[in-house]
């Protein structure tokens, strides 16, 4: 059997619940995040034999991993297997010279800061507890705690953002250098309060989205940094180093990865599963010594074939079409490639820079 060489680890505690947030969040408990790190651990421990014996990668999501109590973070972390790369999701107001010291120590190698935007009137409709200098004090912290790999997130298409807004965003995460980052098209589910009172501006802003997202490209492009991911960016700065990451790239590339935690999925050879989204069941279940309550969806060749293509031409990279055929319709592919947005690379396939733009309307040509 497949072992996984990738872990997630989901911690699901906030401070609060962003109106456009749709991640399995829980809102303060602290009481709870004790025992909620002990049923973590057990899970592993049950679920050990499933993981590589040196896994390659650790990500640390949520929620607001660096919302757990830090004894409590300190001792999930320290008791998790050592890898390459270990990336841990922080907000920044949570980030102190205490916690970025403490990640430091226990072997988080990257960190992903949820920055979303520099301008406070578009933090204050995204219901962001930061503001602008939390960001740049929480990058200046996790600098001087002698972190080297951090990524930012940026969203863009929030109600009230202008092309102006847009570009000082760039310019303000350009002042602070990350070594990654991660620029988003808000997607706010419908029926929730967030498009109940934002509905109207939001369908504006879809008109926009293109010229967004052309933006945020050329921007980042001309200004060294690799385009290796539809929303995903990494500097390039000659030292060598590879600064994409490491653990989101083995789900694009097809990994198998092992899921901890309430709400956690997990990928295996031909099978899949989401543990349940529900605290309690999930507490209740690991102090007796049982897995969580899991929700299983069988996954045959051709639907992990068709996922592979999907992911795989988000990439920067060609998609080498070797056992992946069946997923290919070739007609579309012939049409995609006599307009220019796809070519055909050794034994696989490449979307052009303009195929890249159309993305998903591209690969739903593609894939039968």
């Known amino acids: 059997m497949t072992r996984a060489g990738h872990l997630y680890v989901h911690l699901p505690f906030c401070s609060h619940r962003c109106g456009y947030c749709d991640f399995v969040t829980v809102v303060g408990r602290r009481a709870q995040h004790a025992a909620y790190v002990?049923?973590?651990?057990?899970?592993?421990?049950?679920?050990?034999?499933?993981?590589?014996?040196e896994p390659e990668t650790i990500f640390l999501g949520g929620g607001t991993p660096t919302f757990t109590e830090l004894p409590e973070l300190v001792r999930l972390l320290e008791a998790l297997p050592p890898v390459g790369e270990l990336t841990v999701?922080?907000?920044p107001e949570t980030v102190t010279p205490e916690l970025a010291r403490a990640l430091r120590r226990t072997g988080v190698t990257r960190i992903s800061l949820g920055a979303q935007t520099f301008r406070p009137e578009l933090?204050?409709?995204l219901e962001r507890v930061a503001g602008p200098d939390d960001v740049r004090r929480g990058v200046h912290h996790l600098r001087d705690a002698g972190f080297d790999n951090i990524s930012l997130d940026l969203v863009y298409g929030i109600p009230g953002q202008s092309a102006s807004d847009l570009e000082a965003d760039l310019d303000d995460v350009f002042a602070l250098e990350p070594e990654h980052l991660s620029c988003y098209e808000l997607e706010a589910k419908p029926g929730t309060r967030f498009t109940h009172v934002w509905g109207t501006e939001l369908e504006r802003q879809a008109d926009a989205m293109e010229d967004y997202f052309e933006r945020v490209v050329a921007r980042l492009t001309g200004?060294?940094?690799r385009w290796y991911e539809t929303a995903n960016f990494c500097r390039v700065d000659g030292s060598g180093r590879d600064l994409r990451a490491r653990h989101n790239l083995a789900y694009w590339l097809g990994r198998d990865y092992l899921g901890i935690g309430v709400g956690a999925v997990t990928t295996i050879e031909n099978r899949r599963w989401r543990n349940t989204p529900r605290l309690g069941r999930y507490l209740e279940a690991l102090a007796g010594g049982r897995t969580p309550e899991r929700e299983l969806e069988p996954l045959d060749a051709a639907v992990r074939a068709r996922e592979r293509v999907m992911l795989g031409l988000r990439l920067d990279e060609p998609l080498p079409l070797a056992g992946l055929w069946q997923a290919i319709?070739?007609?579309g592919l012939e049409r995609v490639e006599q307009l220019g947005l796809a070519?055909?690379?050794d034994d696989g396939?490449?979307?052009?820079?303009?195929?890249?733009?159309?993305?998903?309307?591209v690969t739903a040509e593609l894939v039968a």
């Open 89 to 91: 999701e922080a907000n």
């Open 349 to 361: 396939i490449a979307l052009t820079r303009r195929g890249r733009f159309l993305g998903g309307a």
């Open 329 to 331: 319709d070739t007609a």
């Open 223 to 225: 200004s060294g940094y």
């Open 343 to 345: 070519e055909s690379v």
């Open 123 to 125: 933090l204050r409709v």
């Open 38 to 53: 002990d049923a973590l651990l057990r899970e592993l421990e049950l679920e050990r034999a499933l993981l590589a014996d």
